[in-house]
């Protein structure tokens, strides 16, 4: 008979006010059904990037600069596939990460919206984004000695740009990208300001990327070579 009278109480009041049901709001939102672009931004970007953009490791993406040159596909792909060879990993849920393309969109729009600035290159040709060749080396030493050297050390100096171990982490295309949108937020200039009044040409860059990219070697950071190994 209890049991009858339980059951008749539970009938009368439903299921949707049994105790101990979380109240509309409270519940865990599923990770892929995220949209806020600030908060995406923050959980998945801001630790190499900056929290605004600026004074991380990698690129700052709060650069008007950086984002004349880098359009939306550049990005997206960028975030979707990651740069092999570097610590920028594939994001993108097709790819082994964790956004769907919906979220990797929301990302792309809101670094736009919030730092983006149409204006602020108008009319200045800019130069490409992607190398159009493959470069000098032979002639990148010498744009390097000339707009470069003077911040970045000469070639072999503790700290300089050219330590192997430092070109393993980066790509030619986040040299490329570095030499000509700077790093205004730690003073780098861009292309433009190496050299007052003689702004880098876009066969400079390539040059420059390219002598860079070949002093890289098969084991950075190894203190020994590979017939030491052997003997020891």
Same mark, same amino acid.
């Given at each position: 008979?209890?049991?009858?009278?339980?059951?008749?109480?539970?009938?009368?009041?439903?299921?949707?006010?049994?105790?101990?049901?979380?109240?509309?709001?409270?519940?865990? /939102?599923?990770?892929?059904?995220?949209?806020?672009?600030?908060?995406?931004?923050?959980?998945?970007?801001?630790?190499?990037?900056?929290?605004?953009?600026?004074?991380?490791? /990698?690129?700052?993406?709060?650069?008007?600069?950086?984002?004349?040159?880098?359009?939306?596909?550049?990005?997206?792909?960028?975030?979707?596939?990651? %740069?092999?060879?570097?610590?920028?990993?594939?994001?993108?849920?097709?790819?082994?990460?964790?956004?769907?393309?919906?979220?990797?969109?929301?990302?792309?729009?809101?670094? %736009?919206?919030? *730092?983006?600035? /149409?204006? %602020?290159?108008?009319?200045?040709?800019?130069?490409?984004?992607?190398?159009?060749?493959?470069?000098?080396?032979?002639?990148? $030493?010498?744009?390097? +000695? +000339?707009?470069?050297?003077?911040? $970045?050390?000469?070639?072999?100096?503790?700290?300089?740009?050219?330590?192997?171990?430092?070109?393993?982490?980066?790509?030619?295309?986040?040299?490329?990208?570095?030499?000509?949108?700077?790093?205004?937020?730690?003073?780098?200039?861009? *292309?433009?300001?190496?050299?007052?009044?003689?702004?880098?040409?876009?066969?400079?860059? +390539?040059?420059?990327?390219? *002598?860079?990219?070949?002093?890289?070697?098969?084991?950075?950071?190894?203190?020994?070579?590979?017939?030491?190994?052997?003997? $020891?």
């Amino acid at each position: 008979m209890r049991l009858l009278v339980v059951a008749a109480v539970l009938a009368a009041v439903g299921c949707g006010r049994l105790p101990g049901k979380p109240a509309p709001g409270p519940e865990v /939102a599923r990770p892929d059904s995220i949209l806020d672009p600030v908060a995406l931004y923050g959980s998945n970007c801001a630790g190499c990037h900056g929290a605004d953009g600026t004074h991380g490791p /990698a690129m700052a993406l709060a650069d008007p600069v950086y984002l004349s040159i880098a359009d939306d596909s550049v990005l997206r792909s960028t975030i979707t596939s990651g %740069r092999w060879g570097t610590a920028m990993s594939a994001f993108a849920q097709k790819e082994g990460g964790t956004l769907t393309d919906e979220q990797i969109d929301s990302i792309v729009r809101g670094i %736009r919206a919030r *730092w983006g600035n /149409a204006n %602020r290159l108008a009319g200045v040709a800019t130069p490409p984004y992607a190398a159009s060749g493959q470069g000098s080396p032979e002639q990148g $030493h010498a744009v390097y +000695t +000339t707009f470069c050297a003077s911040c $970045h050390g000469r070639v072999g100096q503790p700290g300089s740009i050219t330590d192997p171990a430092y070109l393993s982490l980066i790509s030619d295309q986040g040299l490329r990208t570095i030499v000509i949108a700077g790093r205004p937020d730690f003073g780098a200039p861009d *292309w433009r300001g190496n050299v007052p009044g003689k702004p880098m040409t876009d066969e400079d860059i +390539t040059d420059v990327v390219a *002598w860079l990219a070949s002093r890289r070697v098969q084991n950075p950071g190894q203190p020994y070579s590979a017939s030491n190994y052997a003997q $020891h």
